[in-house]
């Protein structure tokens, strides 16, 4: 299939395009959620200011009402006349229900939300003259379990319409009681009852200006069931969370209630909606005019690029001396143009020095199969196998014949020209125990390798020189002890060979001499290595020059030869 080639100006205008309006949807998405985060911190802030409000409101209705249970309760007159009831006569008794009454009334009228209050024990009871009372099942209850009550605090029940009226109430009330003991002699029995009706006018004087403004409040019990709310259906069922409405909630300062404000979040809806309308309608006329001036500066950009194309197209390649000519324009086109005519002179003369490193690249390489086994050492190890099987030395006669069997095998059936360094050290360990048995095991091979670096890619027979110079020359005059270590790291990217021997150490002269050798060009055979030479002129090739071998040595103190290449994993 054909590929489509599209010019310089289409892709352009595509990518700028692209880019600008990628850039202004991240925008806009940005400040959409601003946006958003802003209303609905607005909103919460606002229903925090509420429900604070209504809390405070709340807590202070409460705590008046509780307050007047307590001062009521704790009355000293009201005590005595509990406590001694049946141990005065009928005049006292009269006189005393006149006083509670008095002291009933003058609750009633300090508190317009109190609508009855009730005294009462076992054995009689008081209220206001004006109400007709008449005991029902829920009084009866009192009766019966305020002797038991431990805790005095005020006991508030569900909402409701009493019912011991004599007549029926037009509208619910809140019914609080609170036992009546004598504190001030340390009494743990209860001798009466004080039960109080609340009118709930307070509570919908504070609830309704709020749900004219879209909110509910709602106070929920300890059980988080609905003690009272602006919705009277709603009264004692268990109060449920509603994720699509906006609720904040507080505690209250008694009975472990809490107070909770909803409200509908379609308005903030609708508010969220028109601010993405209008910013999309913004970012959609942004991105229309934007794209107007990409086509603009594109094609007043590319066309001195398009006549230069023309130019190169009508170019005879065949003849490379002749030149583009300049034409008045952008500066960056005029430095493309004579960038272009240098390339043309620069092509002349690279191309003799591309053919040299050629030639080069392929002497390098026939010197290396050249150096793959040396005839004298093929001599040497026959002449070994010859001795060792002269002196019944078996096994040595094994490994020998193994080793160099192996070493012919990987020079000449694996054409590879990188293998894994792992098969490198097995060719060295090969050549190592021959020439531990030619030398009559004078030094011990030490291998200190990396994991990982055994999977690192080298150039063929990079290794085998470098240990043959050790053996060679490093240990030529040791009778024994001699010491070789061979170690392998990745650090940054770059596999570090180091080949390390205790022989006699080299000349600093001597290696100043080698190392000027190993690292100048060799364009001529009467210098030419086929050792360290051949190995750095190989390493460059390869991988540059910001790579190759280095060797440090001191006489007397043994040589250790560093090599240097990137780390390739197999």
Same mark, same amino acid.
């Given at each position: 299939m054909r590929k489509i080639k599209l010019s310089i100006s289409t892709i352009l205008i595509l990518v700028l395009t692209t880019f600008n309006t990628l850039a202004f949807l991240w925008l806009g998405f940005i400040i959409?959620?601003?946006?958003?985060?802003? /209303?609905?911190?607005?909103?919460?802030?606002?229903?925090?200011? =509420?429900? $604070?409000?209504?809390?405070?409101? *709340? $807590? &202070?209705?409460?705590?008046?009402?509780?307050?007047?249970? @307590?001062?009521?309760?704790?009355?000293?007159?009201?005590?005595?006349?509990?406590?001694?009831?049946?141990?005065?006569?009928?005049?006292?008794?009269?006189?005393?229900?006149?006083?509670?009454?008095?002291?009933?009334?003058?609750?009633? #009228?300090a508190k317009e939300e109190i609508s009855s209050i009730f005294v009462f024990n076992q054995d009689t009871f008081f209220t206001v003259p004006s109400i007709q009372f008449t005991p029902d099942e829920f009084i009866h209850q009192l009766l019966n379990n305020y002797p038991d009550f431990e805790h005095i605090k005020p006991q508030y029940y569900p909402i409701d319409y009493p019912n011991y009226y004599n007549q029926l109430s037009k509208s619910k009330e809140i019914m609080v009681a609170l036992p009546i003991r004598d504190y001030k002699n340390h009494s743990k029995n209860n001798c009466g009852v004080l039960l109080m009706s609340i009118q709930t006018v307070k509570l919908d004087q504070l609830f309704t200006p709020l749900k004219k403004e879209g909110f509910e409040v709602y106070i929920l019990d300890k059980s988080n069931n609905i003690y009272y709310s602006s919705d009277l259906s709603t009264l004692k069922e268990p109060f449920k969370f509603n994720k699509t409405l906006l609720e904040v909630s507080l505690p209250l300062s008694f009975n472990d209630w809490q107070v909770v404000i909803t409200s509908d979040m379609s308005d903030m809806q609708i508010r969220m909606e028109n601010v993405h309308k209008t910013i999309y309608t913004i970012i959609t006329s942004a991105v229309i005019i934007t794209i107007l001036i990409i086509m603009y500066l594109s094609a007043k950009i590319t066309y001195p690029l398009k006549f230069m194309a023309n130019q190169m197209e009508n170019i005879n390649y065949d003849n490379l001396t002749k030149k583009i000519h300049p034409a008045d324009s952008y500066k960056e086109i005029n430095q493309l143009y004579n960038g272009y005519n240098q390339m043309l002179n620069r092509i002349e003369n690279l191309i003799d020095s591309v053919y040299f490193e050629r030639l080069r690249q392929k002497e390098a390489h026939f010197e290396a199969l050249q150096s793959k086994i040396n005839p004298h050492f093929l001599y040497n190890t026959l002449q070994s196998i010859y001795s060792l099987a002269i002196?019944?030395?078996?096994?040595?006669?094994?490994?020998?014949?193994?080793?160099?069997?192996?070493?012919?095998?990987? /020079? &000449? @059936?694996?054409?590879?020209?990188?293998?894994?360094?792992?098969? !490198?050290?097995?060719?060295?360990?090969?050549?190592?125990?021959?020439?531990?048995?030619? @030398?009559?095991?004078?030094?011990?091979?030490? @291998?200190?390798?990396? #994991?990982?670096?055994?999977?690192? *890619? =080298?150039?063929? *027979?990079?290794?085998?020189?470098?240990?043959?110079?050790?053996?060679?020359? +490093?240990?030529?005059?040791? &009778?024994?002890? +001699?010491?070789?270590?061979?170690?392998?790291?990745?650090?940054? +990217?770059?596999?570090?060979? !180091?080949? %390390?021997?205790?022989?006699?150490? =080299?000349?600093?002269?001597?290696?100043?001499?080698? %190392?000027?050798?190993?690292?100048?060009?060799? #364009?001529? !055979?009467?210098?030419?290595?086929?050792?360290?030479?051949?190995?750095? !002129?190989?390493?460059?090739l390869k991988y540059g020059p910001g790579y190759g071998v280095t060797v440090h040595s001191k006489k007397g103190f043994g040589t250790k030869v560093i090599l240097k290449i990137p780390a390739h994993i197999f």
């Open positions: 959409s959620q601003h946006m958003e985060t802003s /209303i609905e911190e607005t909103s919460m802030s606002y229903s925090h200011q =509420i429900i $604070n409000q209504v809390q405070y409101n *709340l $807590n &202070t209705f409460f705590d008046g009402i509780n307050n007047t249970l @307590y001062n009521f309760a704790t009355t000293d007159s009201l005590i005595d006349i509990l406590k001694n009831h049946d141990k005065v006569d009928d005049y006292t008794r009269l006189l005393n229900h006149k006083s509670i009454n008095q002291l009933i009334s003058s609750n009633i #009228k002196l019944e030395r078996h096994s040595d006669v094994q490994i020998v014949t193994i080793a160099l069997s192996d070493m012919l095998e990987y /020079i &000449t @059936y694996d054409n590879s020209d990188q293998i894994p360094f792992s098969e !490198e050290l097995a060719y060295i360990h090969n050549y190592l125990e021959i020439q531990k048995r030619r @030398y009559s095991n004078k030094f011990i091979i030490e @291998y200190h390798i990396e #994991k990982d670096a055994e999977l690192c *890619l =080298i150039n063929k *027979l990079l290794i085998q020189p470098i240990v043959e110079n050790a053996i060679n020359h +490093g240990f030529s005059q040791l &009778t024994a002890n +001699g010491q070789l270590i061979i170690s392998a790291n990745i650090l940054n +990217g770059m596999l570090t060979i !180091e080949i %390390t021997d205790n022989g006699k150490g =080299i000349d600093s002269d001597i290696l100043e001499l080698l %190392t000027k050798q190993m690292n100048a060009p060799q #364009k001529d !055979e009467k210098h030419k290595s086929i050792g360290l030479s051949n190995i750095q !002129e190989r390493i460059h």
